[in-house]
Structures are given as structure tokens and as C-alpha cells.
């Protein structure tokens, strides 16, 4: 393990500087902020309402088809008795450029990615509703050149240049740039997504919505540009083994992959991406959901855990150093 860390921190150093990649990255620790996560974690919250069962349900139907998260066909529900409903259908995530923390906290930009994900949604006769997000897996936006050599730029005149030579790869080679540099807006496309509270009207809400998709058409423009006339690929596990490292870096490679196979860890998505883009979106959609049915949050869970709870009408954590921090700092969930 210590020669694939060695090797990494490499491959790290050596494609810092260059947008569209792709890096697979393990720690010892689990909680390290560069650890991958794995696909079957599950992220859950209890809402508590009055409304009724039909009502719920078509409630939350609703708005994941105003939220262009599902079609009506997908939304089919499964009543298991006269208490319990259920419906699950898949969304597909569009995650744009954001910067991230590798080792020893050196900075580098995640490729944009399609992070796809299971949403369950059951129902009980008590007004209750569970919302889980499980079965995660994503399609990165990486760059591959003419030989399908991973992270490298078509176009290339030398073994050892990788300067981006066409149109679209520059564009994108900007964009990671200004994110490498400073945080930007485009960093932060997903901040507004923490700010609805209870005094926030359906109408703001709505506009806000509106114009995170035009944040994310507007940059995913960009990248499906790089997919149609520059170096860009889409990478999965069923088509990774298409690619190739540079020679050099074969075999760590090799190793590191086998093992993101192996445990089901998920492309370009590590705990601080989870943490600072990933769950305020998710977050976004439970308090939107609390919203429309007027209910109130009982608790969320990460896989299995209790995170946050309902004490005295407030969501707070459950850790209490954690508890301190979001009380000194003035944090509401």
C-alpha cells in the first residue's frame, strides 16, 4: 500500500496543472479528504407530515419532474399494503468543475462528472416519508488522447508535451484554471442551495432553481464541446480498461484500479467533493421536499448512522463538537 500512496502523490504532482483528469487516489484513512466513497453508501431523512399517503406521493412526483429530475413514466409506485408505498427511479447528477484537497492538502480540480444515484421514496400511512439516496456510480468527463492515453491531450507533437491544443480543450483548460486559482462562481454553483430556509417563498425558491440550470447548461455546454471536437471522453467502470496511464505510471495504475473494483469505490468522487458539493445538492432536494409537504424533519442518516436530528423543532448534529461549532458559528441546517 505505501509504494501505491508513493506512486500516486506522483501521478498527483505530475497532473496537477492540466484540466479533464482523471485520478484514482486511495488513503489509509478512510476519512482522509482524497479517500474515494463507495457506491453502496446510503444517505436517508424521516420527514414527518399530516398529509395523507396520495397526497405525498403526488407531491414529491411533482416536483421531481418540475426539478427535470425524472419523467412521469419512471415514477411508478408499488403499494405493498393499505400502510406502506414505495417508488424508486434513478437521477443522474451534473457535477461541474470544483476544486479539491489531495494529500498533505495540495489542491486539485475534479472533472466533471455524472454522478448517478438511486432515489427511494417510501411512504407509510401515518404521513411518514423516507427519502434514501444509495447506488452511486459516476461517468467522468476526463481527457484521453488519439492512443486513448488517460489524461493526456489530443493533438500532442512530443511523448512528453500535453498542452491543450484544440479550441474546446483550452476553454475547459480555462475554467480549471480560474477554479485552481481562486474559487470562483462556478465553484460555488451550488451554495444557493443552502440558503432556503423557512421565510424563503416558493417563488424565490423556484427562480433560484432556475438559475442553477442555467449554471450547470452553461458549463456542461462546455464539456459536451471538449466530447464533440476536443479530447474528452466519457470514462466509466464498464469502459475504463479501454484507456491506458502513461507507461510509466502502468503499474501503480494497475493496482490502484483493481482495488477501486474491488471495494466499489466511485470515480472522482472523494469526501470532500461528497462533502462540499455533493450533499448540499442532496441536502437541497430534502429541505425542498420538507417544504412542499409541509412536514418537519425527523432525521438524516448516513449509512444507517443518525447525523442530524429534530431537537426542539431545530435539525442539529448529532456530534457534539460538531453541535458547538454550528452554535458558535451561528449554522442552521
Known amino acids: 500500500m505505501k509504494r501505491i500512496i508513493l506512486s500516486l502523490f506522483v501521478v498527483l504532482f505530475s497532473q496537477q496543472i492540466f484540466s479533464q483528469q482523471l485520478h484514482l487516489m486511495l488513503a489509509k484513512k478512510e476519512r482522509a479528504n482524497y479517500m474515494p466513497i ?79 444515484q438511486d432515489v427511494i421514496l417510501q411512504f407509510n400511512s401515518a404521513g411518514q416519508i423516507k427519502m434514501t439516496y444509495t447506488n452511486f456510480d459516476a461517468i467522468v468527463i476526463a481527457s484521453a488522447d488519439e492512443e486513448n492515453t488517460i489524461n493526456r491531450y489530443k493533438g500532442q507533437k512530443g511523448k512528453y508535451d500535453n498542452e491543450p491544443v484544440l479550441d474546446a480543450d483550452k476553454k475547459i483548460q480555462e475554467e480549471y484554471n480560474m477554479i485552481l486559482s481562486t474559487q470562483t462562481k462556478i465553484g460555488k454553483a451550488l451554495i444557493w442551495a443552502n440558503t432556503i430556509g423557512d421565510k424563503t417563498t416558493a417563488e424565490e425558491i423556484k427562480k433560484q432553481g432556475e438559475e442553477f440550470r442555467i449554471k450547470i447548461n452553461e458549463r456542461f455546454n462546455l464539456y459536451n464541446e471538449a466530447l464533440e471536437s476536443g479530447s474528452a471522453v466519457l470514462i466509466s467502470k464498464s469502459n475504463i480498461d479501454e484507456y491506458q496511464p502513461m507507461k510509466p505510471l502502468q503499474k501503480s495504475w ?66 457534539k463538537k460538531l453541535r458547538k461549532t454550528w452554535k458558535r458559528q451561528g449554522i442552521e441546517f
Do not use: C
Request: proline residues 5%; charged residues 30%.
Open 38 to 116: 463507495k457506491g453502496n453508501r446510503t444517505y436517508s431523512v424521516i420527514i414527518n407530515t399530516e398529509s395523507n399517503k396520495q397526497d405525498l406521493i403526488k407531491k414529491t412526483k411533482d416536483f421531481f419532474i418540475e426539478e427535470e429530475l425524472a419523467e412521469p413514466d419512471e415514477l411508478e409506485s408499488i403499494n405493498f399494503n393499505d400502510n406502506v408505498s414505495e417508488y424508486t427511479f434513478p437521477i443522474f447528477l451534473r457535477l461541474v468543475q470544483t476544486k479539491g484537497k489531495g494529500m498533505m492538502g495540495v489542491p486539485f480540480v475534479h472533472p466533471p462528472i455524472y454522478l448517478k
Open 254 to 319: 494497475d493496482n490502484v484500479l483493481n482495488k477501486f473494483k474491488a471495494d466499489n469505490y466511485i470515480f472522482a468522487v472523494d469526501n470532500y467533493r461528497w462533502e462540499n458539493t455533493i450533499i448540499p445538492y442532496l441536502d437541497y432536494l430534502i429541505k425542498r421536499i420538507r417544504w412542499i409537504t409541509d412536514g418537519k424533519i425527523d432525521n438524516i442518516a448516513l449509512d444507517g448512522n443518525i447525523k442530524y436530528k429534530n431537537v426542539d423543532g431545530k435539525i442539529l448534529p448529532t456530534d
